[in-house]
Nanobody, 116 residues
């Protein structure tokens, strides 16, 4: 029933920008805090950014602070991640999920590749 569909990834040059989207369904999206995670090859999945249910509070990993912005549109049940000043080390598969949600709800993710 719960479905999280990430999109918007692609290939971008260092210094470029990309906006990821996460379309949520099967639950009351506006009542859930949401996170973006990423997993690079050979590395553990890590928390990138989080946002409160209302969107009035956000938090970021130190590695992306000042470059990434998490936001949400509760009328559209959609979570966003605006990524600016991208670096090769941002290359990863990006996933969305609420911190209280089961690991069973991981979607397919969207691939972000930052390369010259």
């Amino acid at each position: 029933q719960v479905q999280l569909v990430e999109s918007g990834g692609g290939l971008v040059q260092p210094g470029g920008s990309l906006r990821l989207s996460c379309a949520a369904s099967g639950f009351t999206f506006r009542n859930y805090a949401m996170n973006w995670y990423r997993q690079a090859p050979g590395k553990e999945r890590e928390l990138v950014a989080g946002i409160s249910s209302s969107g009035d509070s956000t938090n970021y990993a130190d590695s992306v602070k000042g470059r990434f912005t998490i936001s949400r549109d509760n009328t559209q049940n959609t979570l966003y991640l605006q990524m600016n000043s991208l670096k090769p080390e941002d290359t990863a598969v990006y996933y969305c999920k609420g911190p209280s949600m089961s690991r069973n709800y991981w979607g397919q993710g969207t691939q972000v590749t930052v390369s010259s």
